[in-house]
T-cell receptor
Framework: GNSVTQMEGPVTLSEEAFLTINCTYT??????LFWYVQYPGEGLQLLLK?????DKGSNKGFEATYRKETTSFHLEKGSVQVSDSAVYFC?????????????FGKGTLLTVNP | DAGITQSPRHKVTETGTPVTLRCHQT?????MYWYRQDPGHGLRLIHY???????DKGEVSDGYSVSRSKTEDFLLTLESATSSQTSVYFC??????????????FGPGTRLLVL
């Protein structure tokens, strides 16, 4: 079945540091890939998505590129802010048959200190 | 923001009692989902619905049932709550179509504690 593996946290950075959160996946066919963000006490919000190989999703300064050759979708941001402190989830939407559902990674807690 | 509300937002109950959580949407989306979120597990799908009275099981459906009698409401019932069902429950919705279904919008969550 499909699976998503993302780097374990927590990740602690200083403001304006560079962020990378690694995400790799296992899936058949051509899944769509997502990053969701969960701020404290809230539900998940879609941060960005990519639906085919080499697509780059971007939003709020975050970027991730769909790399089929390495089955990866790493999240990056050049300069993090305190307000970026949250839990980040990588997810995939499988294609075909019973794979039509979102599969999530376990989440990575990011804390940004001033 | 997608119009999704969940009720109650917090609940404490005792082992063996039935519990019903409600998800209400104002988007008229066809697909609705129930997830649970637990430390170290991310989000896991409990049940989902692809239309009124049309539901199916997810990966962790044991001990849960669902009903959908109206497009806007999706109910999750714990028939006899157990401590292992202590969790945060999220409802999500998505639009029909190949590209619509894959993008899900989440409610604020219900925090359930089973004593």
């Amino acid at each position: 079945g499909n699976s998503v593996t993302q780097m374990e946290g927590p990740v602690t950075l200083s403001e304006e540091a560079f962020l990378t959160i690694n995400c790799t996946y296992t899936a058949t066919g051509y899944p769509s890939l997502f990053w969701y963000v969960q701020y404290p006490g809230e539900g998940l919000q879609l941060l960005l998505k990519a639906t085919k190989a080499d697509d780059k999703g971007s939003n709020k300064g975050f970027e991730a590129t769909y790399r089929k050759e390495t089955t990866s979708f790493h999240l990056e941001k050049g300069s993090v802010q305190v307000s970026d402190s949250a839990v980040y989830f990588c997810a995939l939407w499988g294609s075909g048959g019973s794979n039509y559902k979102l599969t999530f990674g376990k989440g990575t807690l990011l804390t940004v200190n001033p | 923001d997608a119009g999704i509300t969940q009720s109650p937002r917090h609940k404490v109950t005792e082992t063996g009692t039935p519990v019903t959580l409600r998800c209400h949407q104002t988007e008229n989306h066809r697909y609705m989902y129930w997830y649970r979120q637990d430390p170290g597990h991310g989000l896991r799908l409990i049940h989902y619905s692809y239309g009124v009275k049309d539901t199916d099981k997810g990966e962790v459906s044991d001990g849960y049932s669902v009903s959908r009698s109206k497009t806007e409401d999706f109910l999750l019932t714990l028939e006899s709550a157990t401590s292992s069902q202590t969790s945060v429950y999220f409802c999500a919705i998505s639009a029909p179509g190949a590209s619509g279904r894959e993008t899900q919008y989440f409610g604020p969550g219900t925090r359930l504690l089973v004593l």
